[in-house]
């Protein structure tokens, strides 16, 4: 840019355009009056500093939008999503060493939430958070339940829906397990909470925003 | 009877009639069915004393351990199982616990562990039970029942592990134990005694209670006649009678008696001397056995009476009556038996159970 502003003009430009070039040492003293005329309260040092600065856009043309037919890119629909079944977990991906970086990573959101989980901090407080907080990635066990087969089910949470937790156990087993009549068990660090699975028929998307009561029931 | 007493909701009484002799008599199973014995009581007409034959094998009974604060899972240890639990004859039944509120359980001698649980216990027990019979819209309680003699209950499969962990890591159930094994053999008590040795434990002898009744009425009853159809009384006359002979009450209605206007029902005889004898302990089936036989040697010297009573009151907070059959509390929770011996080894046998209980066999 700078070696065009410092190029000469063509002599049949100079004529067209009707200016009178200057070079070398005449056209930097034309330029430091010119400038202390125009802006007559700074130094030269600091109107020098400006110009190093801001750019000088010498030429500038908006660039117009052609308002053509777009086709809105649509994604799949329901129908497509169950045939394709891109929200399921296959078969072969189906292993607890491969989530356990994803737990590893939940720990760390979850300090990282809480401040750092330390032993003093209060458990309101982290309640608060965590009811807003994702949980895939999160060990869960049910400790209890109104079918008693599923007490005792341990494993990393997947997959979140709105009626159920899809947990990975140790054995690679995938379980979904539903919310509703059965309470779970959270562990992170040296803090365990419980949740409340008939409370939480939420997805985890529509959680962060609900308002969750104080009171309840919470008898199964 | 007092008016509350008469809303009783429900109560099963079942007779039967047969004679010691026939082959095909059900007493020794009835008897045996009925695994957790608390008190017997024994009604001996026209005696003066509780003759020795009887009084020894009372002495004879087997005795019973008081285990303080015994965790559940320690009858699915190997050495319990391999020692106690798989020979059989052993039973044992939670103590001051109260069947409709608190948790229950009681090892019968088929090998059978029967739990009464609550719902939240249940719920975080985590093994499979079915609700009781007797809840009503809203299940509170539960029954769980394991049968440890089972193969897939053997150490080291994978069902054991998991219902030792429930028993274990997940719901501690404990609780004080009343413990009976009925073989006298003197090895197997040391094992019992090894077992128990890192537990308060005692070893308790079922109390005798006996007192002599003077000038008693007695219904008159005659073995052809089980009814009740003029020789003898109802049958629920006679158990009525038989309660309030046990509990002390005045039957002479007499005019000043505030307390009781109740009368020995028709026809009646007077009886000059009778022995009631009280026996109360966990009492196992077959020392139930051994002191019906020796009743039926009563008859064998000679003597007036004409009918000897032996009645038996099984524990009102255990979660069973007969065999496996659920039992529950209500009112009274009552689950007896009672047999009325004859001098020709007649007898009859009155089975009587609570609201909360099956039809007895």
Redesign the interface.
């Given at each position: 840019m700078e070696r065009v502003v410092l190029s000469r003009i063509p002599p049949d430009e100079k004529k067209l355009v009707g200016v009178r070039a200057r070079h070398g040492k005449a056209a930097q003293q034309f330029t430091q009056a010119f400038l202390k005329s125009s802006i007559p309260r700074m130094s030269s040092d600091a109107i020098e500093d400006i110009l190093l600065h801001r750019a000088v856009v010498l030429r500038y043309t908006r660039v117009k939008k052609t308002r053509g037919k777009k086709t809105k890119a649509k994604g799949l629909n329901a129908k497509e999503r169950r045939e394709l079944k891109v929200f399921q977990l296959k078969p072969e991906h189906q292993k607890y060493e491969l989530f356990l970086p994803l737990h590893e990573l939940w720990k760390q959101y979850v300090a990282d939430l809480c401040n750092g989980l330390k032993p003093e901090s209060n458990p309101q407080m982290i309640q608060q958070k965590l009811l807003k907080a994702d949980f895939h990635g999160a060990v869960l066990t049910v400790?209890?339940?109104?079918c008693?087969?599923?007490?005792?089910t341990t494993g990393i949470l997947v997959q979140e829906l709105k009626h159920v937790f899809k947990i990975i156990t140790k054995e690679d087993r995938l379980k979904t397990i539903p919310k509703r009549n059965s309470v779970f068990s959270v562990e992170m660090g040296d803090f365990i909470t419980h949740i409340y699975g008939s409370r939480f028929e939420l997805r985890s998307s529509e959680r962060s925003a609900k308002k969750f009561k104080v009171k309840g029931n919470i008898d199964? | 009877m007092s008016p509350d007493l008469g809303k009783c909701s429900r109560s099963l009484l079942t007779c039967e009639k047969s004679n010691f002799l026939n082959e095909q008599s059900r007493h020794e199973v009835h008897v045996s069915r009925h695994c957790f014995n608390y008190k017997i009581s024994l009604l001996l007409p026209e005696c003066e004393v509780l003759p020795v034959r009887v009084e020894n094998v009372i002495h004879n009974f087997s005795s019973y351990y008081l285990v303080r604060d015994l965790p559940v899972y320690k009858f699915l240890e190997e050495k319990w199982l391999a020692t106690v639990v798989k020979k059989g004859s052993f039973y044992a039944l939670s103590c001051k616990t109260r069947i409709d509120e608190d948790n229950v359980c009681a090892l019968l001698p088929s090998g059978q562990l029967i739990l009464s649980l609550d719902k939240d216990t249940y719920e975080h027990l985590g093994l499979e039970g079915r609700p009781s019979l007797y809840s009503h819209k809203k299940v509170m309680r539960y029954v769980v029942s394991v049968d440890l003699t089972n193969k897939s209950l053997v150490p080291g499969t994978k069902r054991y592990q998991q219902v030792l962990l429930c028993l274990k890591e997940r719901v501690m159930l404990r609780s004080d134990f009343l413990l009976t094994t009925c073989h006298p053999g003197a090895d197997k008590d040391g094992a019992l005694h090894n077992l128990l040795s890192q537990y308060t434990y005692e070893e308790c002898r079922p109390t005798l209670h006996s007192q002599t009744l003077k000038n008693l009425f007695c219904p008159s009853l005659h073995h052809s006649d089980l009814r009740g159809k003029g020789l003898s009384c109802t049958p629920n006359q006679f158990l009525e009678w038989l309660g309030a002979v046990n509990l002390n009450i005045s039957c002479d209605n007499s005019a000043v008696s505030f307390l009781s206007t109740y009368m020995c029902p028709e026809p009646r005889a007077p009886v000059s001397q009778s022995v009631l004898c009280t026996v109360t302990g966990l009492i196992p089936p077959k020392d139930v056995c051994r002191l019906l036989k020796e009743l039926r040697c009563y008859f064998a010297e000679p003597n007036f009476a004409a009918w000897v009573s032996l009645t038996v009151h099984g524990f009102v907070d255990c979660p069973v009556s007969w065999g496996a059959a659920e039992h529950g509390f209500f009112k009274g929770g009552e689950n007896l038996y009672n047999f009325v011996c004859f001098k020709n080894q007649d007898y009859w046998l009155y089975k009587a159970t609570g609201s909360e209980d099956a039809c007895p066999p």
């Open positions: 400790v209890r339940s109104k008693p087969s599923y007490v005792g199964l | -």
